[in-house]
């Protein structure tokens, strides 16, 4: 059933570019399912990239900045599987565009950037269909280690690790778009990390955390959204210490907004929250330490529905083994991908809080 | 003259018993004083510490070697030496073998001090640089630290923790300590 070929990227004005010190794009590959084509750009080392849906014109348009195709090939490649009808690059100011041409302008697009090796992936399938972003942050990294476990396993590689399973398995199943706050061992900070859900208007912020505690008894499952009665009785606070001078109005208004938005945003966590929990506990049968509120940094400054996972504990040295083992950490993914594609499943048949969120994020666009 | 004799004579035994019941109560009084110096009155403070399971802080109360009271009530000159007494005595962990410390070893308070009802606890680098990690661990020893202040010092409404001196946006990376906290009810567990 699968059709595949190679298309070859064109090296044309490469020295013009003169991007030397950018990415390669070592060629692009194709793929034909039932319900979508799949379209694969290789790298030598990871870029950010752009996609943009020309619907009028049947296109779609991927822009991969600081990269340039390696010399002396094709500048066009002809797909004609029935949705895709060619693929073209071209070197442009800042990187490279690449431009698909569709037989029609129903269709959804999803992608996602994987980095070993290094490559984009594009799937573009047939008809509408409701894509959502998603933004996955794997817990710290660079220079921030995160816990250790008795062994010295770091809790940054095994975040990373886990939310690229994740990525894997939500691009397989839906159409949705994958977004990694980071796909290497690199440090981000946790307002930058917020802001890239942020950024992209994603539906849903979902990090990856692995916990630890002063008792190596302490084991478990448990997930955090955004606390509101925390937040606003530390808002009371600062009004305590703060100057009396208190310009009404403008600052009531925008506090009733932002606080009705917080509310819709809140539900969503919350729903969110208990989707990925329930998973978790059930498919590890582990120790259900609940869904719980906490002033995190990420959550408090995620404008979109935002959920921190904690998926065991490194400091318990039985779990701290368990999280070594590639099956568990499949495991682990395996439970949180469902736990968000229940959350979206019921977003979509329009349950409540998300229905009003959605009519939102539509009016938006 | 005789007469005046009998008189100084018959008050004599009179005087003695007054002067006797004086260095009594007299006596009575300094030996009561002393007592009460020597039994220092004793402050009990209410310390959190982490359960095994970093869920919940349970308060251990801890009999302290200064007098807070009147800094538990209000405001005062002694309100800072208190706070870091208190402080000095959540460090050193439970006395319970049941609870566990949750505040990394080597970390000291350098400074404490109070403004605007806020009191800023001034740690050294090891409460962050020696930190387990987790967001289990960090809510412990954020909330054992601020629960503790506010639950001792009913004028303090807030607590800001500081690192050597320096704002710091979270110990482990996940709970935000940039501004003052409140206390946090629902991770107390017990009396």
Known sequence: ??????????????????????????????????????????????????????????KVSVILENASPSEGAPTTASIE?????????????????????LVTDSFTVSYFQLPSPPRVVLDIWKGKRR?????????????????????????KDVTLDIAKRVAEILFEKTSDRIILTRSDDRFV?????????????????VSIHVNAAPSRAARGVETFYQSVSLVESSRL??????????????AEVSMAIESLLKSKMQKGSVELAISIQDELSRELGVENRGVKEAMFVVLRNSEVPAVLVEVGFISNPSEEEKLKSQAYRDRIAKAIASGIIKFRESAISGGEGSQAYEQEKGQGQ | MSRRKGRVSKAF?????????????????????????????????RLYFSDPQAEFLIPEERKMGLDIE?????????????????????????????LAATIPKGTTLRNAFVSDHIAYLDFSKELKTKHCGGSSGELMTVYSIVNTILDNFRYIKGVKILIEGMDVETLAGHLDISKALTKNDFIVKGP
């Open chain 1, 1 to 58: 059933m699968v059709r595949s070929g190679f298309l070859i990227a064109l090296g044309l004005a490469l020295a013009l570019n003169g991007a030397s010190e950018g990415a390669t794009i070592s060629g692009a590959r194709y793929g034909t399912y039932p319900d979508r084509t799949r379209i694969v750009f290789d790298l030598d080392s990871l870029v950010p990239f752009k996609v943009k849906e020309l619907r009028g014109e049947k």
């Open chain 1, 81 to 101: 599987d029935g949705l895709v009808k060619t693929i073209t690059m071209e070197v442009v100011e800042g990187g490279t565009l690449a431009t698909i041409e």
């Open chain 1, 131 to 155: 894509s959502f972003t998603i933004v996955l942050d794997p817990g710290h990294g660079g220079r921030d280690p995160g816990a250790k476990g008795p062994t010295g396993l770091k809790e």
């Open chain 1, 189 to 205: 900070g946790l307002q930058d990390r917020a802001a890239i859900a942020n950024e992209n208007n994603a539906d849903m912020f």
């Open chain 1, 237 to 250: 606070l600062e009004k305590l210490g703060g100057s009396s001078y208190d310009p009404k109005g403008r």
């Open chain 2, 13 to 45: 035994p009179f005087l003695i018993a007054i002067l006797l019941a004086c260095g009594g109560i007299a006596g009575y009084i300094v030996g009561t004083r002393m007592k009460v110096k020597e039994e220092v009155p004793i402050s009990v403070a």
């Open chain 2, 70 to 98: 009147a800094e538990k009530r209000g405001f005062g000159p002694g309100t800072c030496k208190a706070i870091q007494a208190v402080i000095e005595e959540l460090i050193k962990g439970p006395s319970s073998p049941s």
